[in-house]
């Protein structure tokens, strides 16, 4: 079993940059797809970006294309999810997540493992 612990989160001006972490704990890291969900007050938790166990296929919310990165390091047991050109409306709890299915199927499954959520708040 996957532990997961965010980390990165703060508060940022628009326009800024942040960097999340995830760090994991658990002898199966490497072998699952993992990736980043947010949710902003009111709201429902909504997908950001994923990555595959490799590393090889990426996955992202059309919102969040071309100004967020999700990456990893299976060395490191980390997952990062780099954050430019951030908007007041990037505000939310961000969570990090892990399933052993592709994230190809994630909208169809309550995922596996979560992370606890780390707080980012950008202002106007």
């Known amino acids: 079993q996957v532990q997961l612990v965010e980390s990165g989160g703060g508060t940022v001006q628009a326009g800024g940059s942040l960097r999340l972490s995830c760090a994991a704990s658990g002898r199966s890291f490497s072998e699952y797809p993992m990736g980043w969900y947010r949710q902003a007050p009111g709201k429902e938790r909504e997908f950001v970006a994923a990555i595959t166990s490799s590393g090889g296929d990426t996955y992202y919310a059309d919102s969040m294309k071309g100004r967020f990165t999700i990456s990893r390091d299976n060395a490191k047991n980390t997952i990062y999810l780099q954050m430019n050109s951030l908007k007041p409306e990037d505000t939310a709890v961000y969570y990090c997540?892990?399933?052993?299915?592709?994230?190809?199927?994630?909208?169809?499954?309550?995922?596996?493992?979560w992370g606890q959520g780390t707080l980012v708040t950008v202002s106007s």
């Open positions: 997540a892990a399933d052993p299915f592709r994230p190809d199927a994630w909208p169809y499954r309550s995922l596996e493992v």
